[in-house]
């Protein structure tokens, strides 16, 4: 049974922006934080965004000001709003449900001209 399932990536210019949306199973996303992560190539997965269930958000240093991380809890889903991408954000991002360790299959990012 598929309890995470993220969709929004692809390719984008340079300055460019992406939406990323992560749905899960309400029994999931009723009583967890929810999180993204990404990974490069060659590199270590790494936090990116976190939204609890009360609406509190927290960022890495490297996209505050440029993404943003949303929640409807009518439909059980998550967003990423990424704004002026830049190579750098090149990854595969995963969403993450904090109360039961879940995690989705990932969505690629690449941003390149």
């Known amino acids: 049974q598929v309890q995470i399932v993220e969709s929004g990536g692809g390719l984008v210019q340079p300055g460019g922006s992406l939406r990323l949306s992560c749905a899960a199973t309400r029994s999931i996303f009723s009583t967890s934080f929810m999180a993204w992560h990404r990974q490069a190539p060659g590199k270590q997965r790494e936090f990116v965004a976190v939204?609890?269930?009360?609406?509190?958000?927290n960022y890495t240093d490297s996209v505050k000001g440029r993404f943003t991380i949303s929640r409807d809890n009518a439909k059980n889903t998550i967003y990423l709003q990424m704004n002026s991408l830049e190579p750098e954000d090149t990854a595969v991002y995963y969403c993450?449900?904090?109360?039961?360790?879940?995690w989705g299959q990932g969505t690629q990012v690449t941003v390149s001209s």
């Open positions: 993450y449900a904090g109360a039961t360790h879940t």
């Open positions: 939204i609890t269930s009360d609406g509190w958000t």
